[in-house]
């Protein structure tokens, strides 16, 4: 993990309120892996204070070097805001990567990955990662979801060879009509899976969590929680995880990716 001052390349709205953005880096994203996030300092003197956590969506490669990462951001509030207005060439402090990733054994091999909205960069960087993995699944389902088709940036990332994609909105505009995880159960009825990895807004997390415990297959869940530091100082992002008893969890440093069967929802 390194801070250093990146340089916008690209930012450019890709739906309605979601922007894509491209920052160079000297260093430190060689091995990162999907799951992990960067902290972004956003605006100037110190306006906002705090940095705000983004999911890498994927790395920029030069022959086998990262020299830069992607990101795939909704403008929510003041610093999503003052982000979608940065320029080719700005700077933008980062520290990163972040955060763990999403283990997949060698013995999985039906893959499901799931997406709700915002949720999308951290799968997208799963995808892309397992192309390059010799062992990777011999399946890889991939369903994604959002509310209207505006919700759903990004899809065509997922036109990748060996993947099979379903899109659903809640409104019918694009896809299946219905919550993502209706498609999911329909097809899971079909054809299990030996593992579910899953991005996007709490509510479906739960979802997708229950229909995997209800079927005995593993989940994993990258979730988001407040953020100040990123690192494990402010204890701002606990979540509750339960084995033999309920313990504490940084979503920051043991996280973002969590057994969903360990998670106190
Ligand atoms: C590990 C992690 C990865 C993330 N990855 C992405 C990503 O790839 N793309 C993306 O668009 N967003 C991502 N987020 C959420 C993103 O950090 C927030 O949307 C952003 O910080 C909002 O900043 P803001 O100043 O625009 O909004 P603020 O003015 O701070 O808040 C606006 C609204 O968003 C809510 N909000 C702010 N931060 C969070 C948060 N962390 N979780 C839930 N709600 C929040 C606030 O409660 C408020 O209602 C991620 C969050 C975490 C923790
Ligand atoms: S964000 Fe500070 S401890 Fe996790």
Not at 54 to 60: H, Y
Not at 103 to 125: E, Q
Not at 174 to 182: Q, S
Request: proline share 5%.
């Amino acid at each position: 993990m390194v801070t250093q001052d990146t340089t916008v390349t690209w930012n450019h709205q890709v739906v309605p309120g979601y922007f894509r953005m491209g920052l160079l880096c000297d260093t430190g994203f060689d091995s990162a892996k999907p799951g992990q996030f960067v902290m972004v300092r956003i605006g100037t003197e110190n306006s906002p204070l705090l940095r705000r956590p983004f999911s890498l969506f994927g790395l920029i490669r030069e022959k086998r070097r990262a020299t830069g990462i992607e990101i795939l951001y909704k403008v929510v509030g003041k610093g999503t805001e003052l982000l979608s207005c940065c320029k080719e060439g700005d700077r933008l402090s980062v520290i990163g990567p972040l955060g763990n990733t999403f283990s997949i054994s060698d013995s999985c091999r039906r893959l499901i990955l799931v997406a709700g909205g915002v949720g999308v960069p951290p799968i997208r960087f799963l995808a892309t990662s397992l192309l390059e993995n010799e062992s990777r699944p011999d399946i890889c389902r991939v369903f994604i979801g959002g509310r209207s088709k505006e919700d759903l940036a990004c899809i065509t990332e997922f036109d990748l060879p060996g993947f099979m994609l379903e899109v659903s909105t809640d409104d019918g505009s694009l896809g299946h009509h219905g919550l993502v995880t209706r498609s999911l159960e329909k097809s899971l009825d079909k054809d299990p899976a030996d593992l579910i990895c899953a991005c996007g807004p709490e509510g479906m997390l739960k979802a997708v969590s229950s229909i995997a415990a209800g079927r005995n297959i593993s989940c994993m869940v990258s979730i988001e929680a407040m953020m100040a530091c990123g690192m494990g100082a402010c204890l701002g992002c606990a979540v509750r995880i339960v084995d033999d008893k309920v313990h504490y969890r940084h979503v920051c440093v043991d996280g973002p990716v969590f057994d969903a069967q360990r998670l106190v929802w």
